[in-house]
DNA sequence: TTACATTTGTTCGTATGTATA
DNA sequence: TTATACATACGAACAAATGTA
């Protein structure tokens, strides 16, 4: 059969797991929207026929993967990039004293292209799948240090164009949420060191040659779908990449 | 006031955060040792005198963070860094196709010294106080490809010898388990670019000036007692850092 | 300011299922 | 087979935070 919930994607087997993946199922079929609240526990248990110890033990894992915000006395929330805190769980460069600072962002690039051999790889494309590459250099405290290249799949960013990415007013994973209905929740980064090109020279003004860190990230919506190819160079002489574990 | 319970930091209010507060005690007091099962979940609700879901919800928190490991049907136990997976958690460089290799090290040097304003820094301690400090090289395929230099405070690592370290049967973080009674569960990292020097070519056989991943870490215990720092330099040329989020 | 309804958070306890020794 | 241990599912009662009348 599958699951005793008609939104799709279940195990059975347990009660909680299924109703977290119709919550999940629910979510990617845009039934909530980020930054709006889901119905309150009362009705969820209603309609999925459980006992509020079984859905609150779905949503205790849907919030513990930044996917959801519960506030006691409002309500819970479908997670936006639009909070301070979520915007810092994706951007990790940090001052060398630790002081985190908001970037900001220049597009220097935008072109539509056929997906290489990295990029398919990396989004799990056809080569030569039509793609979006632009690329962000961005600032901090007025200086700019590092530089993104990113591409995303044509097919599922079918009306982004170079005005609206100039134009977008806030973070870029909250430009994907309202434009494209796309929800960054997951990355897998892998980090080198590498030697400034001429590319950076002009970008950053810093000498070809120059040790630069460089970091190559997948980034997730919803399904484990990966929406976004991303290789940055940033010029560590005053900047880091920060990390805690756990 | 205080816990409502003997073993000390407690908050008060929250129930469940003082009963996992006081079993943290108790695991700093070492009254249950890593690899160990704690008392069975009937024993400790009859202790701490809280109902089973308040405990269960403590020793999730405490699971959450690695800190014990449940097994159905058999117990649940404080985490070794034993486990294969605990040794990934704090040794992410991969080899570029994303194939994970257990390192062998090599002790290249080791002595005593005076904590310099860095190491001081790092580790909470008065500048000059005494520390060790020893280098490894760690080779992938039988191929030195990183150096990490290692500062541990003297006073909380009073017996250890170069002897000692050469001899030790498994992992580092192991060995403070076993030996020290240190019980390492946060690491802070922050990672940099930079160039080969001298001694990485001399470890290494790298040419000087080859582009290197510098790793800063910062490793703590229990009670957020910082216990090591540690300057890694990695060759990435077939090898990198991993990173998932969440 | 107060009172009240709404919503999530905490604590309690019971019954049953599943894995292990 | 039996006993033990954790896992799941249920639901009641009260506390704390929030927004509104």
Redesign the interface.
Known sequence: MGSRFDAGAAIGGVLYKDVKHAILAALAEGEWKPGEAIPPERKLIERFGVSIGTLRKAIDELV???IMIRHQGRGTFVATHRQEDHFF??FRI?R?DGYREFPTVQLAKFRRAKADKEEAAALGLPLGEAVFRFTNVLSLEGRAVMIDAITVPAERFRTLTEKLLRERPNTLYNFYQDVFGINII??????????ADEEDHELLGIPVGT????ILRVASSYQNERVEYRVSR?D?SDY???????
């Open positions: 513990a993967e930044n769980r994706f940090v060398q997951r990355t897998e980064e892998r980090l080198r060191a590498t030697l040790a630069m860190l460089k940033l560590t880091e990449f920060a990390l805690s574990q756990p």
